[in-house]
């Protein structure tokens, strides 16, 4: 069965960076485009960019431009997502979703998602 | 980027009645060649991701009861639980898919009655 499993609950203080992991299985982790969206405590769902597992293309939503570094390791089916200058309202839960090749699709797989907490 | 906006913000509906919740979009999201509107439907409760429930705006993702249906197209799209059950109980965000800046409906709170 697919599963997406991510990284652990992380800290970290205004200014530094944090690495949240996503680790597929179930399918052909190539096949499938691989997203990131978060969700900041008691809010909505905001898409952060994309990236194709196959060539390591990536799209990242303007807002994050410059911020946010998507990368993938075929050897081991897992994604990571890098974000930069964090701040106290990048404090969020992180997922990564799945869609199909092309991104043409709605995100049928979703991990458990990541906790992190921006705090001085 | 296209705005997603949904109506309304909360619903109270008694169980086993219908509730319909709907999501308007800045511009059409109906791909003409292909006749598909690229619009999602997923469910939230607290504590779990988001689950895809409806894709193509009106397609039934594989599980799904069939009491939820999706229906729309261009720039207005409609969720209907044609009878509402408990385990209903959550929020429900509209997504669009026709660029490749994927934007969300702000969610509707469904509760019961």
């Known amino acids: 069965q697919v599963q997406l499993v991510q990284s652990g609950a992380e800290v970290r203080k205004p200014g530094a960076s944090v690495n949240v992991s996503c680790k597929a299985s179930g399918y052909t982790f190539t096949s499938h485009y691989m997203h990131w969206v978060r969700q900041a405590p008691g809010q909505g769902l905001e898409w952060m960019g994309l990236?194709?597992?196959?060539?390591?293309?990536?799209t990242y939503a303007q807002k994050f431009q410059g911020r946010v570094t998507m990368t993938r390791d075929t050897s081991t089916s897992t994604v990571y997502m890098e974000l930069k200058g964090l701040r106290s309202e990048d404090t969020a839960v992180y997922y990564c979703?799945?869609?199909?090749?092309?991104?043409?699709?709605?995100?049928?797989?979703w991990g458990q998602g990541s906790l992190i907490t921006v705090s001085s | 980027d296209i705005v997603m906006t949904q109506s309304p913000d909360s619903l109270a509906v008694s169980l086993g009645e219908r509730a319909a919740i709907n999501c308007k979009s800045s511009?059409?999201?109906?791909?003409?060649?292909?006749?598909?509107?690229?619009l999602a439907w997923y469910q939230q409760k607290p504590g779990q991701p988001p689950k895809l429930l409806i894709y193509w705006a009106s397609t039934r993702e594989s599980g799904v009861p069939d009491r939820f249906s999706g229906s729309g197209s261009g720039t207005d799209f409609t969720l209907t639980i044609s009878s509402l059950q408990a385990e209903d109980v959550a929020i429900y965000f509209c997504q669009q898919y026709y660029t490749n800046t994927y934007t969300f409906g702000q969610g509707t709170r469904l509760e019961i009655k």
């Open positions: 511009q059409s999201l109906l791909y003409s060649s292909k006749n598909m509107n690229y």
């Open positions: 990236i194709n597992p196959s060539g390591g293309s990536t």
């Open positions: 979703a799945r869609t199909d090749y092309g991104g043409n699709s709605g995100f049928d797989y």
